[in-house]
C-alpha cells in the first residue's frame, strides 16, 4: 500500500479485511494494526483487523 501512513502512528500499519457485519457488511478495505488506529476502526465500523475476515486465511 504504497503512500499510506497511520495518522496515529506514523507507520504503514495497514492490513487488508473484510467487515463481516453491521452497517458496513462486506466492506473491504485497510485497517489499522497500532492501537490508537485499531480504536478508531472500531468506532467506525465496529470491527478492527482482529475481529474483521482476513481474506487470506479464507478456508472456502
Not at 466492506?27 to 481474506?55: F, K, S, V, Y
Request: hydrophobic share 25%; glycine share 10%.
Amino acid at each position: 500500500m504504497a503512500g499510506a501512513y497511520c495518522r496515529y502512528c506514523g507507520h504503514r500499519c495497514f492490513v487488508f479485511r473484510i467487515i463481516p457485519d453491521g452497517p458496513h457488511k462486506d466492506w473491504a478495505g485497510h485497517l489499522a494494526t497500532c492501537a490508537q488506529g485499531m480504536e478508531h476502526d472500531r468506532r467506525e465500523t465496529g470491527h478492527d483487523h482482529t475481529t474483521a475476515i482476513n481474506p487470506s486465511q479464507n478456508s472456502d
